[in-house]
């Protein structure tokens, strides 16, 4: 279990992840019982370059100067439990949600990860 995750049951709420330029991104998560910094993981299985992966839609938050402040991303996570980035977001509103748009490609983003950004439905 990775530092700042814990697991807690929680509800089945869905997350439509649509428009992607990186087309296997797109689908429906469902709410996971795990938590990244307090928020919950969305998560659904897929196949990204021949490979069975679980794409997540994950917080990670920083104090900043007494604030908490945090990002969004959307990646996956391969057998062996590499991460792998594609999107990100500013949590600016502190609601605990992935946002719906403002959507950019993550600085570290693996190399087919393509524009335009995705927007989210819920």
């Known amino acids: 279990e990775d530092a700042g995750r814990k697991k807690r049951k929680v509800g089945d709420a869905t997350i439509l992840v649509e428009g992607c330029g990186s087309f296997y991104v797109d689908g ?4 996971s019982d795990e938590l990244s ?12 370059r021949g ?10 938050s920083e104090r900043v100067h007494d604030v908490s402040v945090g990002d969004w991303t959307i990646g996956c996570v391969n057998g062996g439990g590499r991460h792998c980035c594609f999107y990100i977001a500013n949590d600016a509103d502190g609601a605990r949600l992935p946002p719906k748009n403002g959507w950019e ?3 570290d983003c693996d190399d087919d990860a393509e524009e335009p950004a995705p927007r989210l439905k819920w």
Do not use: L
């Open 28 to 31: 429906t998560y469902s709410q």
């Open 51 to 60: 490979e069975a992966v679980e794409f997540q839609i994950w917080f990670v």
């Open 37 to 48: 910094d307090g928020a919950h993981v969305y998560c659904r299985p897929g196949r990204r």
């Open 105 to 107: 490609m993550h600085p």
